[in-house]
């Protein structure tokens, strides 16, 4: 089982960055693919961005592609979201989630691919 924490949420002006993090507990972090959830009021849950446990590739909507970036450090059991170049439009709260049987090369985009949670952080732009 893993449990997640989201920190690193907040508001920002258009154009500027926020580092979103999430921490880890639980023994198979290292072995699950993660990903980066956002839900806006009044719309569905989006696929954000993901990487695999082996880290080989990242993946990204193409709504966020070259702003922002997914890393993480299995040593700390931690996954960050780098979001740089913000939009009014990236508004909404943004989870972790963490796939316990993933492939660890193809991530899932799909939300119901992922067993665990964060409780969710809000991020907000200001236009």
């Known amino acids: 089982q893993v449990q997640l924490v989201e920190s690193g949420g907040g508001l920002v002006q258009a154009g500027g960055s926020l580092r979103l993090s999430c921490a880890a507990s639980?023994?198979?972090?290292?072995?699950?693919?993660m990903g980066w959830f956002r839900q806006a009021p009044g719309k569905e849950r989006e696929f954000v961005a993901g990487?695999?446990?082996?880290?080989?590739?990242?993946y990204y909507a193409d709504s966020v592609k070259g702003r922002f970036t997914i890393s993480r450090d299995n040593a700390k059991n931690t996954v960050y979201l780098q979001m740089n170049s913000l939009k009014p439009e990236d508004t909404a709260v943004y989870y972790c989630?963490?796939?316990?049987?993933?492939?660890?090369?193809?991530?899932?985009?799909?939300?119901?691919?992922?067993?665990?949670w964060g409780q969710g952080t809000q991020v907000t732009v200001s236009s």
């Open positions: 990487i695999p446990w082996s880290s080989l590739h990242t």
């Open positions: 989630a963490a796939n316990a049987n993933g492939s660890g090369i193809v991530v899932v985009t799909a939300a119901r691919g992922y067993a665990y």
């Open positions: 639980g023994r198979t972090f290292s072995t699950s693919d």
